[in-house]
């Protein structure tokens, strides 16, 4: 990434899974929260509006977190406690000059390493430094076929797990 908020291209992704709108979008989260064990970084790409909340919020659901989940944007950082613990962070209003310890970075990040987190960044091209050789899991979303809902692609380092690979790919489990 050249800025901390371009989308990478979907060309750089397999095909993915078609989310019709918000509700298939939340429950692919939901079911992506089931291969969750702990230590895992989600990093969300996608315009505005293209639902990378919405999929944290399913993604919440599925670990049993009760708060209402929303969009850190203005936060940077929102928290939350279910079967593990979810790190939600936002850069849209950073830049890579940004110094990310200001937000407790390394601190979520040492819970993600030990295993009892997950973060979830969306817009996170500020972050990828900070990552250094820690394995992730890329996400982005697409508008689908014609503009109709939309596409969940999956790209990781190391590449994604088996699991992983069937809940994205097109035709998949129906969320």
Same mark, same amino acid.
């Given at each position: 990434?050249?800025?901390?908020?371009?989308?990478?291209?979907?060309?750089?992704?397999?095909? %993915?899974?078609? /989310?019709?709108?918000?509700?298939? $979008?939340?429950? +692919?989260?939901?079911?992506?929260? !089931?291969? =969750? @064990?702990?230590?895992?970084?989600?990093?969300?790409?996608?315009?505005?509006?293209?639902?990378?909340?919405?999929?944290?919020?399913?993604?919440?659901?599925?670990? %049993?977190?009760? /708060?209402?989940?929303?969009?850190? $944007?203005?936060? +940077?950082?929102?928290?939350?406690? !279910?079967? =593990? @613990?979810?790190?939600?962070?936002?850069?849209?209003?950073?830049?890579?000059?940004?110094?990310?310890?200001?937000?407790?970075?390394?601190?979520?990040?040492?819970?993600?390493?030990?295993?009892?987190?997950?973060?979830?960044?969306?817009?996170?091209?500020?972050?990828?430094?900070?990552?250094?050789?820690?394995?992730?899991?890329?996400?982005?979303?697409?508008?689908?076929?014609?503009?109709?809902?939309?596409?969940?692609?999956?790209?990781?380092?190391?590449?994604?797990?088996?699991?992983?690979?069937?809940?994205?790919?097109?035709?998949?489990?129906?969320?």
């Amino acid at each position: 990434m050249d800025a901390p908020h371009d989308i990478p291209a979907a060309g750089g992704f397999p095909p %993915g899974a078609m /989310a019709a709108g918000p509700a298939d $979008t939340a429950a +692919l989260g939901a079911r992506a929260a !089931g291969l =969750l @064990r702990g230590g895992e970084v989600l990093l969300l790409h996608g315009g505005l509006g293209a639902g990378k909340t919405c999929f944290v919020q399913g993604l919440c659901a599925g670990l %049993g977190v009760e /708060a209402e989940v929303v969009s850190p $944007t203005f936060t +940077l950082v929102n928290s939350y406690d !279910g079967r =593990l @613990r979810v790190h939600h962070l936002d850069f849209y209003r950073l830049d890579d000059r940004s110094d990310l310890d200001d937000i407790g970075l390394p601190d979520l990040l040492d819970e993600v390493v030990d295993g009892t987190a997950v973060l979830a960044a969306e817009w996170p091209g500020p972050l990828l430094p900070a990552l250094g050789n820690l394995p992730f899991l890329e996400l982005l979303a697409v508008a689908g076929p014609g503009g109709a809902g939309r596409e969940w692609r999956l790209r990781g380092r190391p590449a994604p797990a088996t699991a992983w690979q069937d809940l994205f790919r097109p035709g998949g489990p129906p969320c």
